[in-house]
């Protein structure tokens, strides 16, 4: 009795357990199928491939410009700081600021009564030493010369004498009628004649160019020293005249008549305002591509249109405190509204390219080591990456030289991460880019029925 009391419970435990068994093994069926059914789904996904949504552009011919741009400072094409070269109260002044001026206009006097005095004093003085040149230069010799002259002639009449004495009696010696003793005696006193008549004649050279000269120079100094003092003293009351040295207008006049301006101080500042020029300082490697002549724009805050210049001036040297090129730009300014002083914005095109191969600069992709390439749609909706050579950048657009043909279609956004061969969408990215734009329609486009009825709400 007590073993079949011990053999129930036993019984009981093991059905217990082969339930269990049976339990565990139809979970272990379940998630099996489950596991299944779930890669069956994930190897259908990935058969089907999604379109990655991309914006697209197609590779054009346009005109591009490689522009330079710096920021500069204007300048007067031409300025004066007329300095007084004499101290002295100003008398008078004839221009005011703003004034336009002529070169060699008489802009201010300056207290002259001194200098006009001696400038008289000093023109007298140059009359009297003019008349008294004048005078001794064309006035008889000197004694000595006078009688060297005379004792010249003299002995040039005795000389020419004893020619004719000795010529006739050579012919009578010649037809017999004279002694050979005369011929000999006249043609002794030729021989006397004819050097006394040199002697007297070197005499009279020899005074002409010492004592003459001398004589002359010392006028001529007196009247040069006369016209010295004359000039100096014209110079200096003409320093108290002040004129303009060019051509403008008054841009500055800050005193008064009555006034005595100090030392190195401008009296007035005269600037030629026809044109301007801006002058700029930038790298070495852009002032390498300029050139005098190069077309430039000046861009100036608060005009609506920039001004239009050209390339005047690329500095031969390296500014040696900043290491840049100094550039000008020079551009008219008929009716002055650009000034001097202002801060503008210079674009300087150092090269034109017509008919060249452009994409947006969005689709050109850089890499870390410097190569650049895009992302090319093909006909099987699918990008492909494709390496490129890049030339100028101009505005938001590149200029393609190598890897690409016109009419080509480039993923112009969306490219970053893209991986290669990747199925894109370009409707899908036009519809993404109207959704984000505004929500009226475009013309020509039909208004959508949540547009409509927005319309009719207001």
Not at 138 to 166: N, R
Not at 220 to 246: M, W
Not at 257 to 274: F, I, K, R
Not at 406 to 432: F, H, I, R, T
Request: charged residues 25%; hydrophobic residues 40%.
């Amino acid at each position: 009795m007590n073993t079949e009391k011990l053999l129930v419970p036993r019984t009981i435990r093991e059905g217990t357990r082969d339930c269990r068994n049976i339990y565990r093994l139809a979970i272990l069926i379940l998630f099996a199928i489950a596991i299944a059914t779930l890669s069956v789904g994930c190897s259908k996904e990935k058969t089907e491939e999604a379109a990655v949504p991309v914006a697209a552009a197609s590779v054009q011919k346009a005109t591009v410009q490689r522009v330079i741009t710096a920021d500069a400072v204007l300048f007067p094409l031409q300025q004066a700081a007329i300095i007084p070269k004499i101290s002295a109260p100003i008398k008078e002044f004839y221009v005011n600021r703003g004034s336009k001026v002529h070169k060699g206009q008489l802009l201010a006097v300056i207290e002259n009564s001194d200098l006009a005095a001696a400038r008289e004093e000093n023109k007298g003085v140059f009359e009297q030493a003019e008349a008294a040149y004048v005078t001794s230069t064309a006035a008889g010799l000197p004694e000595e010369i006078q009688k060297a002259t005379f004792d010249a002639q003299s002995a040039k009449e005795m000389f020419d004498a004893q020619q004719k004495v000795y010529d006739s009696r050579q012919d009578l010696f010649k037809q017999g009628a004279l002694p050979r003793k005369d011929l000999d005696q006249a043609g002794v006193s030729l021989t006397q004649a004819r050097a006394q008549y040199e002697l007297a004649k070197r005499h009279l050279d020899s005074l002409n160019a010492v004592v003459k000269q001398q004589e002359t120079k010392g006028f001529e100094g007196q009247l040069s020293a006369a016209k010295g003092k004359y000039l100096g003293a014209q110079a200096q009351y003409s320093y108290s005249e002040i004129r303009s040295p060019i051509d403008g207008v008054v841009t500055d006049r800050p005193l008064y008549p009555g006034e005595t301006p100090s030392a190195g101080v401008p009296l007035l500042t005269v600037m030629d305002l026809s044109r301007v020029t801006a002058r700029a300082h930038i790298p070495q490697k852009d002032a390498a591509l300029l050139k005098v002549g190069d077309p430039a724009t000046i861009e100036v805050a608060g005009f609506d249109k920039p001004a239009e210049g050209k390339v005047t001036l690329v500095s031969p040297a390296l500014d040696p405190n900043s290491t840049t090129v100094e550039v000008w730009v020079q551009a008219k300014n008929p009716n002055q509204v650009l000034k001097p002083g202002t801060s503008v914005r210079l674009s300087m095109v150092s090269e034109t390219v017509p008919d060249a191969l452009i994409v947006p600069a969005s689709a050109v992709l850089t890499a870390t080591d410097g190569t650049t390439t895009v992302m090319v749609i093909g006909s099987d909706q699918h990008a492909h990456q494709l390496a490129v050579k890049v030339g100028i950048r101009q505005d938001d657009n590149v200029q393609i030289l190598e890897g690409l043909k016109e009419g080509q279609n480039v993923v112009a956004a969306g490219a970053y991460g893209l991986p290669d061969n990747s199925k894109v969408s370009v409707e899908a990215a036009k519809e993404k880019e109207t959704e984000k734009g505004s929500d009226k329609p475009s013309a020509g486009e039909k208004p959508s029925a949540k547009d409509s009825s927005k319309e009719k709400k207001q």
